[in-house]
């Protein structure tokens, strides 16, 4: 009797793993022929309008974020609160400050290299 059950809860097992996959590769294909369409839908549409046909791209260039970086912290130190307790320029280069941050007495401010 155990060897029919554990055969069984393997049979079982095995099924319903498979269905997974299945569902899952029947899933991956509906969204490639679904952008598949989209994409031929745009080129048809290019054609009929006398448009070239454009590919899609991701125009994110990796190189742009470290160049902001880089350009973001060397952009100069802060300096002396003024009388408003603010640092000039502090807050348009780093957003938004702490409340009180200006008050603190036991540090002293330096430029940021």
């Known amino acids: 009797m155990k060897d ?4 069984l809860v393997r049979v079982l097992l095995k099924t319903v793993l498979m269905l997974a996959g299945l569902l899952v590769f ?3 294909l509906a ?3 679904l952008l598949l369409g989209l994409w031929g839908l745009r080129a048809l549409w ?7 046909v454009t590919p899609w791209v991701l125009r994110v260039d ?7 970086a880089r350009q ?4 100069g130190g802060a300096s002396a609160p003024d009388v408003d307790g603010a640092a000039p320029g502090l807050l348009a280069r780093r957003g938004p400050s702490v409340p009180g941050a200006f008050e603190v007495t036991d540090v002293e401010p330096r430029d940021v290299r």
């Open 62 to 68: 990796p190189r742009q974020a470290f160049r902001a």
């Open 4 to 7: 029919v059950l554990t055969g």
């Open 72 to 75: 973001g912290g060397a952009a």
């Open 26 to 28: 029947v899933s991956l």
């Open 31 to 33: 969204a490639t022929l």
């Open 46 to 52: 290019a054609r009929l309008t006398g448009r070239p």
